[in-house]
């Protein structure tokens, strides 16, 4: 069992839906990263927040719009996505943003776009 | 050129051999050098982290890393079917990103 928790596990969305993923960790990390993978590709960086502040926006569209209530949990909130936007989305974290050190994932919420 | 390098594979050996999973980088800022282990329909999982040059074990498998030829390397012992993923390297320093390789598919035939 992974110590970064994501909810749900797989989302099926028609593209005017809106739905939400979630993510929590317990590990007193204070950096928060979303992800999104393809099929055979390593993982893309998509959001960073530090100390629940966005500090790193990798151009993502507009469509998704990340939220941190708090230390320990992370959103993803989506809205009017694309078939191309299937994938797995992948949480992770790590001790602060001074640490370059190691990220720990979760399991991933595997989305798919009708 | 990627940043960092790594074979695809697919990479298929007996069980019980030594495998060896290699990754090569082009920036000296590098400082900190991951290896994850990622089951399909799974997220990535923590492997080996290394900081700066040297060499690390953990049971099984031995994590190196040679700044001065920038490159890291993981060797997995007694291979077992259970080790059977893709294994990606991952590398940081300078910002809050991580750089991964490619992935490398490998399959432990019993």
């Known amino acids: 069992d992974t110590e970064v928790t994501q909810t749900p596990k797989h989302l099926v969305m028609g593209m005017t839906n809106k739905k939400s993923l979630k993510c929590e960790q317990h590990m007193g990390h204070r950096a928060m990263y979303w992800y999104k993978q393809k099929a055979k590709k390593p993982p893309e960086l998509m959001f960073v927040?530090?100390?629940?502040?966005?500090?790193i926006n990798e151009s993502v569209p507009s469509r998704f719009s990340p939220e941190c209530p708090n230390s320990s949990l992370l959103n993803l909130h989506l809205h009017a996505l694309q078939p191309e936007d299937s994938a797995l989305y992948l949480c992770?974290?790590?001790?602060?943003?001074?640490?370059?050190?190691?990220?720990?994932f979760g399991d991933g919420t595997r989305l798919s776009i009708l | 050129q990627k940043e960092v390098e790594q074979d695809p594979g697919p990479l298929s050996v007996p069980e019980g051999a030594i495998v060896s999973l290699n990754c090569t980088y082009s920036?000296?800022?590098?400082?900190?050098f991951m290896w994850y282990r990622q089951y399909s329909r799974k997220g990535p999982e923590l492997l080996m982290y290394?900081?700066?040059?040297g060499n690390k074990e953990d049971g099984r498998f031995t994590a190196q890393v040679d700044k001065s030829s920038k490159y890291i390397s993981l060797f997995i012992r007694d291979s077992q079917p259970s080790d059977s993923a893709t294994y990606l390297c991952?590398?940081?320093?300078?910002?809050?990103?991580?750089?991964f390789g490619q992935g490398t598919r490998l399959t432990i035939n019993p």
């Open positions: 290394t900081y700066s040059s």
């Open positions: 920036n000296s800022a590098f400082q900190y």
């Open positions: 927040y530090s100390y629940e502040k966005l500090s």
């Open positions: 991952a590398m940081s320093g300078g910002a809050q990103k991580l750089v």
């Open positions: 992770a974290s790590s001790h602060s943003k001074g640490d370059l050190g190691p990220q720990h």
